[in-house]
């Protein structure tokens, strides 16, 4: 027992330790800098994929004209995928450019972008584009605080995703808690370290440069996988929570069943193609953020970690009960200590956040998810029905 619960220690002890360097890093803030006040230069072309929206996409785009930019420095284009209802009519009487696909099979987002961007991008005038959901609310200054990352010099641009409705049920209140801390350590922590950012998928700007010479995404999980070809090119993505952008999460286990396991899929898919070719390339040039993304698609996940460790203090509890053995006594103690640092791992990323209280009390029934994502991810990796892409509904706010 002592052998197999050491092994156990090698599995948790790494990557709690690479969770904690992130959330330390994520103490520092770094307030938008004094290029806020000049006059902005950058012209941006808004990308949103639409699939059945009529519900949401006027709304969407009429809030979008009421950002506080120049009119003539950014334009809406909507990529009508495949459309049913009058997703396209609703969005062009609102102002947008809509751009009707329905040649071929329907396949997701990231297909129905890479569309679009080869026509968005036809246009030289301009000098970024960024993906809103068709659902998005967007903060008035988003575009400002992206001209400003843009003339800092960054090529990829994350900003804050928020849950904006974390009052229609358990699941949403979740994910919205689950995000606050996203956004602290994962993303902030990444960029305070020189890494990348994670791309959420959604309030994410891109230089028109980077997209020609790059592309974009494929497969279930589109958003994870353009992080990883962007770092195998040197590209990182930096991390601005002062544009913020606020969307929809599911309402309950069956449509977050269809969307996690599309993406466990995707992300499984993503790992074996680049996973590999970053850890190499990482250590050839002693790029810490290649690494990283390495690290990422090896280490076990929050969920792994937590449930690993309770798994070896029951066995352990379950061996100084049953035959009295003193080493049992030791490793409780140890792993009761692991235990309780990932406990406390997302409140004092909540803390660090300044989360209102409601989030706390939430992520407390998080062994609850844990469970349903352990279930869900072997379902996802080892199950034999095919995962495809499902469309997630938006009920507009």
Known sequence: MLIFSILGLCLVLLPLGYLMLQLIASIRTSPLDTLHGLLPTHSFAIAIPAHDE????????????????PSNLYRIHIVADHCSDRTAEFARRAGAVV?????GPRSGK?????????????????????????????????LCAMDVRLAKGEQIVQGQHIISNPGDGWFPSLTWSMFLIDNRVQNLGRTNLGWSAKNMGDSICFSADVLRRVGWGEGLADDYQIRQKYLLNGIKIAYEPTAMGFGEAVLNWTQARAQRSRWIRGVHDANRQ??????????????????????????????????????????????????????SQWMI?????LLGILFFYPILALALEKA??????????????????????????????????????????
Do not use: C
Request: glycine share 6%; hydrophobic share 50%.
């Open 54 to 69: 009529e519900a949401v996409i006027a709304n969407t785009v009429q809030r979008l004209f009421k950002l506080h930019y």
């Open 99 to 103: 751009h009707e696909r329905n040649e």
């Open 110 to 142: 990231g297909a129905a972008l890479s569309w679009l961007f080869q026509r968005i991008l036809e246009d030289p005038k301009y000098d970024a584009v960024i993906i809103f959901d068709a659902d998005t609310r967007v903060d008035e200054h988003f």
């Open 274 to 327: 680049f996973a590999g070719q970053l850890f190499v390339k990482g250590l050839k040039t002693r790029n810490f953020a290649m690494l990283d993304g390495a690290l990422q698609a090896y280490l076990p996940s929050y969920s792994v970690l937590t449930a690993t460790a309770a798994f070896f203090l029951i066995l352990h509890i379950l061996g100084f009960k049953m035959f009295n053995l003193d080493i």
């Open 333 to 337: 103690m140890v792993w009761t200590a």
């Open 356 to 397: 209102p209280a409601k989030a706390y009390f939430v992520i407390l029934t998080g062994p609850v998810f844990i469970l349903w994502r352990l279930w869900l991810t072997l379902v996802s990796r080892f199950g034999k029905g095919k995962t495809t892409w499902v469309r997630t509904a938006h009920k507009g706010l």
